[in-house]
């Protein structure tokens, strides 16, 4: 694919994102960045919320997955189902009920400023880390195809990737985000149903063929009960899913604003239950994608593997013209809507959580900070540059475990106990808590007797957080 298409696919895209930003803003008021003016249609939210939970990281390296994991990814996505529904019938009422802008707000109604700090804190570290890492993948992709021909380094491509990023949020918010996460979903799936077309033709297969090379291939294992000691054991996988989507969906302002945007909580929760069955559905076909991906590197005796396998084969091994614009336009796409709902999210909660913004303070803040994140996620993409991107669905994932641990610890002990806490220990738990999480983990076999922690280690985590909450807290007065 020449260089002129690449960039005409890029810039084309982009183009399409400010006109949807632009009429997505329009009659925008000062709290509809934050809100998204409370209107979003249930439909729109419910697709919009399928490309919120599927990053540039998912596009490219969920398929990269399945040399090494097979299908047992889908094991965590079936916890992911569980963990939906409580992030429906119990926490998206509280949110409704309280008519919280920050979700952390919560936490300040429950156990004071400290903790509502505390959590905000948590909230920023963690999304900065991994929308940054997200963010990266795909500069790391657009360096090669497009700033390494033109010997332009790759600082600049991550300055102008946030600086746009910057323009297109900069008005609309939540508004704008919605409805761009509609349009990245759309063309997602587009290109993963196109994908896999092509490679089932290029190697000579119909759609039943297809199904059977898969099954056959050892790829498409998908359920393992033999070994407790293996981090793809079912029991792991499936209960770890479901803390980690409680945590990392219904705890993280990014991902629930698209839905708290909706216009009453039975939208929302409608519009969540319809996205999950959706993205279940997407990550099967991308698994698919990875063992089809696999195959076809198989018969034509290609060395590339992990992330960079999907764009290889979309855009260098002769597939149709339409494979390649299309992995592009996603990627592309991914990125630019994943950056831009996470600049929105943390905007807000630095705003209204570390900021304490309050009348007409809040637009001049909020510009402030709109800005000073996207400076710095900029920072932290660059300094991500140091490292490889190889299994980035797993170090995000991992990640995640130790960031979202206390703050799932924090409103779990906060929904299901009443017992107050001590200001001054909030933030002290919440510290020690990862830590020991990290010793625990990282001597496991030596301690459990081989035990092997995955993702589980998010439970450990928000464990230990209770029970330190537990230790240094009292009953509340009657």
């Known amino acids: 694919m020449s260089q ?3 960039i005409a696919t890029i810039v084309g895209y982009i183009a399409l994102l400010f006109i949807v930003a632009w009429r997505s803003s329009r009659g925008s008021g000062a709290l509809s960045f934050f809100t998204g003016g409370r209107n979003t249609p249930r439909v ?27 299908f047992s990814y889908l094991q965590t996505t079936l916890g992911f189902f569980v963990g939906y529904i409580i992030i429906a019938y119990i926490l998206i009422p509280i949110y409704y009920r309280l008519g919280v802008v920050s979700l952390y707000e919560y936490l300040d ?50 300055v102008v990737m946030m600086a746009l990023v910057w323009l297109y949020t900069f008005r609309g918010g939540v508004k704008s985000v919605v409805w761009v996460e509609m349009v990245k979903t759309i063309i997602m799936c587009a290109s993963i149903v196109v994908a896999i ?3 089932v033709k290029a190697l000579g297969l119909d759609l039943c063929g297809a199904v059977s090379a898969i099954l056959d291939s050892g790829y498409s294992d998908t359920l393992f009960f033999d070994n407790p000691l293996d981090r793809r054991y079912f029991w792991k996988q499936f209960v770890a899913g479901i803390f980690l989507v409680v945590a990392m969906t219904g705890l993280d302002q990014d991902m629930m604003q698209t839905i708290l945007s909706c216009r009453s909580r039975r939208d929302a929760q409608r519009s969540l239950m319809t996205s999950i069955v959706i993205q279940v559905v997407v990550i099967a076909l991308f698994l698919s994608l990875g063992a089809l991906l696999y195959l076809f590197a198989d018969a034509h005796g290609l060395a590339e593997s992990g992330d960079t396998l999907f764009g290889y084969v979309a855009m260098e091994c002769g597939l149709p013209m339409v494979v390649g614009l299309l992995f592009l336009l996603g990627l592309v796409a ?17 705003t209204l959580d570390i900021l304490g913004a309050k009348g007409d303070d809040v637009v001049k803040k909020r510009k402030v900070s709109h800005l000073g994140i996207a400076v710095v996620m900029a920072i932290v993409i660059i300094a991500f ?30 929904l299901f106990s009443r017992r107050e806490v001590r200001g001054w220990a909030v933030p002290v738990v919440a510290l020690v808590a990862p830590l020991l999480s990290y010793v625990v983990a990282h001597n496991s076999e030596a301690w459990l007797c ?29």
Request: with cysteine.
């Open 385 to 414: 540059d140091a490292f490889s991107s190889q299994g980035a669905i797993t170090l995000i994932f991992t990640m995640a475990s130790y960031t979202y641990g206390p703050l799932l610890g924090m409103f779990a002990f906060g």
């Open 4 to 6: 002129l298409v690449i």
């Open 450 to 478: 081989g035990y092997q922690f995955s993702y589980e280690v998010i439970l450990l985590n928000a464990t230990i957080t209770i029970l330190g909450f537990w230790a240094v807290s009292r009953r509340a007065a009657a």
């Open 334 to 350: 991914s990125t630019y809507s994943s950056a831009g709902s996470a600049l929105t999210a943390l905007t807000t909660s630095f």
């Open 44 to 70: 729109v939210a419910a697709i919009a919320m399928v490309g919120a939970a599927m990053s540039g990281v998912t596009y490219t390296s969920v398929p990269g997955t399945v040399a090494a994991d097979s």
């Open 197 to 199: 077309v092509a490679i």
């Open 109 to 158: 109604q429950r156990f004071g400023v400290v903790a509502h700090r505390t959590g905000a804190w948590f909230f920023l570290l963690s999304k900065v880390l991994s929308a940054s890492l997200r963010a990266y993948i795909i500069c790391v992709v657009l360096q090669e195809f497009i700033y390494d021909h033109y010997n332009l380094p790759f600082a600049l491509n991550a």
